[in-house]
């Protein structure tokens, strides 16, 4: 069957978040899918410890779309076998197939939406930043607003998200969006909150971070991970998912401009890696203990990843102009 037009009634309630109930709209401006294998000279992987698990070689990674003013949020269905990801400041999401690498606008306009990700019922969850808020997709369409303000004061610029098994929202809120709103600051501090998936009451978790962005919970949900771009390292924490409480604090990795990040069933957290040092650009994989177990160095700064493909373990990174995809010897914590 056609996945560009729709998938049978059983996959429906779980992949119409990403499906959407009428076919997408084609690929419009200079975008475009590719699956063009990248050469030694433009990707290379690097092992530093056996427990790095990414198929090496030359032309182990992939371009598989291209084109995009800044690539973001990609967020994978397995029942509709799709990639849902962001491109910012075309105010647009796009939706690329694993059949046959086919690339269509998923939502436009799209509130400059940032991070993505998909609940444990199939639901999509999206950090708009021109709407300063965070909204979830529901499986007729519908969209259902989560979190847009704290105290009476809307968010700044809700970047990045998961959502733990017991429902919670957790998500961070830096400054780097908001020139697609008015561009005026109401929160002080740049705040990690956590939304009650009973209640809907909505906390701040942590507050001293310069510019929050990735967030990520271990596949036990007993850690939760934060990167802090400005800062130049990811933190860790012990967390209680059922009260948000955070404890035992300290930093994980340091030394890079950190963005998005994704586990693997490990523990191994992936995180994306760029701005300002090239030769760095990509991805490191670090093991639960803090050990740097390997990276994926590409030709561009990179801003998020996740793993896709129906056993997930095909890794799919956003790049700022493009998306690069490649194999791996693990899989991903589903769902992502």
């Known amino acids: 069957m056609d996945r560009r037009v729709f998938l049978t009634a059983s996959t429906v309630a779980a992949t119409a978040t990403a499906l959407g ?7 419009e401006g200079q975008c475009g899918s590719t699956r063009v294998p990248l050469s030694p000279s433009e990707a290379h992987i ?28 990609p967020a994978y269905f397995v029942a509709g076998r799709c990639l849902v990801f962001s491109d910012i400041p075309n105010n647009r999401m796009m939706r690329l197939l694993d059949e046959d690498n086919h690339l269509s606008v998923f939502r436009n306009p799209s509130m400059n939406a940032n991070g993505n990700t998909v609940d444990r019922e199939g ?7 021109a709407s300063r808020r965070v909204t979830r997709t529901e499986h007729d369409g519908a969209t259902t607003v989560v979190a847009d303000k704290y105290n009476g004061k809307r968010f700044n610029s809700p970047n990045d ?36 998936a009973k209640t809907g009451d909505i906390m701040v978790v942590v507050d001293d971070f310069v510019q929050p962005n990735g967030i990520l919970l271990s596949p036990d949900e007993k850690k939760l991970y934060i990167v ?16 948000g409480g955070l404890s035992s604090g300290k930093i994980f990795a340091d030394g890079f401009y950190g963005d998005g990040m994704r586990c693997d069933i490990a523990g191994n957290v992936w995180c994306s890696v ?3 040092i090239p030769k760095e650009n990509g991805v490191r994989c670090y093991a639960p203990d803090s050990a740097l177990l390997g990276k994926v160095l590409l030709p561009e700064s990179i801003t998020n990843l996740t793993f896709g493909g129906a056993s997930r373990n095909r890794l799919y990174i956003c790049g700022v102009t493009s998306v690069y995809a490649c194999d791996v010897n693990t899989r991903g914590v589903a769902p992502g």
């Open 21 to 27: 109930t009428a076919a997408a709209a084609e690929t």
């Open 46 to 73: 690097e092992s530093l410890d056996s427990r790095f698990k990414v198929s090496a070689g030359e032309n182990a990674v992939e371009r598989v779309a291209t084109g995009f003013g800044w690539a973001e949020g």
């Open 123 to 129: 639901r999509l969850y999206t950090c708009e930043q």
């Open 161 to 196: 998200i998961v959502v733990a098994s017991n429902g919670s929202v957790w998500f961070t809120d830096p400054t780097y969006g908001v020139q697609y709103s008015d561009s005026h600051i109401e929160q002080v501090r740049h705040n990690v909150f956590r939304v009650d």
């Open 228 to 243: 802090d771009t400005e800062a130049r390292h990811i933190r860790v924490f012990d967390v209680d998912i059922e009260t």
């Open 274 to 276: 760029g701005y300002g």
